[in-house]
């Protein structure tokens, strides 16, 4: 049985999407039987059966920490943010480091008698990557599993976000390319986005996609249960709806096929769940006179967005209005599992439309306004006539296997 140490920033599955997707990735490597070390720096217990599951410790002893600390004390005190400026001239905040370094000192007393190294990250930090860079004597066995393009300024139109000290991301960056034996990246396209910068990944890389997180089903659904109703025609989507992916072409479209189909207007809803922070004002406005549209504008505990997938009638996935998407959805893996039909409405190149292929029907850009009415109406016309809506799709099924996982793992 092959050993593998994963070190990992977050496996909190309730707090991010990321955390959801380290997960996922964990119990679909325990599925294919391999010995597991986890390193964690949720700052929480976390249990996993079966796995040795290690929460990594701060270290307070520090001079990273002690600066850190030094930091927020003088900001509190005179309300000058130093972040910015420290960042342009370090890279990382302090904070960062003391992590990063937390994470390293943890890493080495662990990683002894392992086949192989796996570094997982969430959001826009990478500190498992970085503390590795720490230990050039696990370089020959490290799988750097890079979920999102980095640094922020490379990630494509419309995203617009230059973060202080890019320059030296960058270089932090490189490293990581030139020391990882292996890569990793959770879509082709997302593969192919990096190597543009950092061509080393295009000879070092694998595509694992994100795996199912698989969880129980569950009967208490608290206030979603009102939601479903099998009597009604429901199109969900559930995430964090980010500035760049804007709902609103969505929305004119469902309201648009509600006022050439007035018959759905008293069967049929619009469903989002999870945060919305910069949509969210101009989202409640759309709810005058649209009873239709329901908002719960919240993080949601993953069970019960997981059993909702699985009970509408249609799962949605929105990108933004873009040129491409190199990004696999952390959530495409679950509502495939779902065997919902998905309703796909983003840049003709993206991972998910590649996924689903050329010949998927239920596929839009974001401003095909009328297009993406049509294709709600023809799913609204399949479910009224009794048909059982369903993405069937055993092809994907495969390819987000463990068992497909574990292909790509013996490769290397």
């Not at 109703?229 to 804007?246: C, I, P, T, V, Y």
């Amino acid at each position: 049985m092959k050993k593998i140490l994963v070190v990992v920033e977050s496996l909190d599955v309730n707090v991010t999407s990321g955390a959801k997707a380290n997960m996922a990735l964990i119990n679909a490597l325990l599925f294919c039987n391999y010995k597991l070390t986890i390193l964690h720096y949720t700052r929480k217990e976390i249990i996993i059966p079966n796995v040795k599951c290690v929460n990594i410790k701060e270290n307070k002893r520090s001079f990273n920490y002690i600066l850190s600390r030094t930091q927020r004390v003088f900001q509190r005190i005179t309300k000058i943010n130093l972040s910015k400026n420290l960042e342009r001239l370090f890279g990382h905040s302090f904070t960062f480091f003391n992590d990063s370094k937390s994470i390293a000192i943890a890493t080495q007393k662990y990683c002894y008698n392992h086949d192989l190294v796996l570094t997982l990250s969430q959001g826009a930090s990478f500190r498992p990557h970085h503390a590795l860079l720490s230990l050039p004597l696990l370089h020959n066995k490290w799988l750097a599993y890079i979920h999102d393009p980095y640094p922020l300024h490379y990630y494509p139109e419309p995203y617009k976000w230059v973060e202080p000290g890019f320059r030296k991301k960058e270089l932090f960056f490189k490293k990581v390319s030139n020391s990882a034996k292996y890569s990793a990246f959770p879509s082709e396209l997302l593969k192919e986005w990096m190597g543009q910068f950092f061509p080393n990944f295009i000879t070092t890389g694998l595509v694992i996609p994100h795996q199912q997180l698989k969880i129980d089903s569950i009967d208490d659904l608290g206030k979603f249960k009102e939601i479903i109703n099998k009597d009604q025609f429901l199109l969900l989507h559930a995430g964090n709806l980010m500035k760049q992916r804007s709902p609103f072409n969505l929305i004119k479209a469902f309201k648009l096929f509600l006022e050439t189909n007035p018959k759905a207007r008293n069967n049929s809803k619009l469903l989002f769940i999870g945060p919305a922070g910069y949509h969210k004002k101009n989202l409640e406005a759309e709810l005058n006179g649209t009873p239709q549209l329901q908002l719960y504008l919240e993080n949601t505990p993953f069970n019960i967005v997981n059993t909702l997938q699985h009970q509408v009638s249609v799962n949605i996935i929105l990108e933004s209005e873009a040129q491409i998407s190199p990004f696999l959805p952390g959530k495409f893996p679950h509502c495939v599992f779902a065997n919902k039909p998905i309703l796909v409405i983003g840049p003709n190149r993206s991972e998910t439309k590649r996924l689903l292929g050329k010949s998927y029907e239920y596929q839009a850009e974001s401003n095909e306004v009328f297009e993406i009415s049509k294709l709600i109406e023809k799913l609204y016309n399949q479910w009224g006539s009794g048909k059982v809506l369903e993405l069937n799709r055993p092809d994907l099924l495969t390819y987000l296997s463990p068992e497909y996982l574990g292909k790509q793992i013996e490769k290397i």
